[in-house]
């Protein structure tokens, strides 16, 4: 089924966690950056289009202003994010660049969903960028925004920008390989849901587990993106963001995930 869906899909949204684009010492991944974008560069010389959800910003800040790591405070937070957001967007622009693509950033909040004028206006920039062959990526704006900071919800950003752009798929990059009946970390047995079409239904039958370690949300929030998708007719992928092209692979079928289908 995933194959078929992105194979059907031309407007994709990828969403990256912050888990996907660390690498071990946590630091952006750059490699892992560069590895997507050529997938994405060949997605799009095949008549697909991409835009990015891309979390990282606190991330990217630790790893630049690391005498900050055991700061708590919220101004320390979101001055981590201001300062991280710019080294976010260079290493997506040092990814991109060997492809002959151009990047540009939006960055949201859930108040910018709320305005129907600034919706419209984030909608117009969002298509003349792809329209004119640019790769958005977009993030929230963590430096004004607490409630991203306090509980993480990229996932539900990346759901409302599948809508807003009224994309065909929307594909959640995590450090999971898709839904499983119980949590794979605490339970190795645990086995993997490969199609989702009743989201009530799996809340009451699997274990939603805890949040990870560089990323502020857990698979809660990614069953309420897929639903907040699907009840706009969108379908969603969870799928493992750190294998090996993982994009091309979801769609050769040598990759799983969990397909959450209208």
């Not at 899909?9 to 892992?32: P, Y």
């Not at 009224?166 to 839904?179: K, W």
């Not at 069953?223 to 969603?236: E, H, K, M, V, W």
């Amino acid at each position: 089924m995933i194959p078929r869906l992105i194979a059907d899909a031309r407007k994709i949204v990828c969403k990256f966690g912050s888990n996907t684009l660390a690498d071990k010492d946590g630091k952006i991944n750059s490699a892992f950056l560069a590895e997507f974008a050529d997938q994405a560069a060949a997605f799009k010389r095949n008549g697909k289009q991409i835009v990015i959800v891309s979390s990282g910003a606190q991330v990217a800040g630790l790893s630049t202003m690391d005498k900050w790591a055991r700061k708590r405070d919220l101004h320390y937070r979101q001055a981590l994010c201001a300062v991280g957001q710019v080294e976010l967007m260079g290493a997506w622009r040092r990814a991109f660049g060997p492809q002959g693509l151009h990047i540009a950033q939006i960055l949201l909040t859930q108040e910018d969903f709320g305005d129907p004028i600034r919706t419209l206006n984030m909608r117009n920039t969002l298509f003349t960028l792809v329209d004119e062959g640019i790769i958005p990526i977009i993030n929230e704006n963590d430096t004004v925004s607490v409630e991203e900071i306090k509980i993480g919800d990229n996932d539900t950003l990346a759901a409302h920008s599948a809508i807003l752009w009224s994309a065909d798929l929307l594909v959640l990059f995590s450090d999971i390989d898709g839904l499983f009946d119980k949590n794979p970390k605490e339970f190795p047995g645990a086995g993997l849901v490969e199609e989702v079409r009743d989201i009530e239904s799996v809340r009451k039958n699997i274990s939603i587990g805890a949040t990870n370690s560089f990323g502020t949300g857990g698979i809660a929030t990614k069953l309420d993106a897929a639903q907040r998708a699907f009840s706009y007719g969108i379908p969603t992928i969870l799928a493992h963001g750190g294998k090996p092209r993982c994009l091309e692979s979801l769609a050769a079928g040598t990759q799983k995930g969990t397909a959450f289908l209208v």
